[in-house]
């Protein structure tokens, strides 16, 4: 009876660990989940506009505007 006893306390000690890991990395471990999902999702296309944040999904915007460069423009060579 006393090896039973054990074993449920060892089992409940271990889900009990389980769910206080859970609650205490619950962002991280949310964020990583879905890091996962999307790579396991077949139509998930991570250049697509659709997926990026708002401000960067604004198309009509640049990426680069070389007119804004801080660098001098390079040297003709003739």
């Known amino acids: 009876m006393a ?4 074993a449920v306390v060892a089992i409940a000690a271990v889900i009990l660990g389980w769910v206080t890991i859970e609650i205490a990395c619950k962002p991280c471990l949310e964020k990583g989940r ?3 999902d ?3 999702d077949p ?3 991570p250049d697509s506009l ?6 960067a999904a604004d198309a009509s915007q640049p990426l680069l ?5 801080s660098v001098p423009p390079t040297t003709k060579i003739v």
């Not at 659709?50 to 401000?55: D, M, S, W």
């Not at 505007?65 to 460069?69: E, I, L, N």
């Open 3 to 6: 090896a039973i006893t054990a």
């Open 34 to 36: 879905e890091a996962i």
């Open 38 to 40: 999307r790579s396991l």
């Open 43 to 45: 139509n998930y296309d």
């Open 50 to 55: 659709i997926n990026l944040p708002a401000a």
């Open 65 to 69: 505007d070389p007119g804004s460069s």
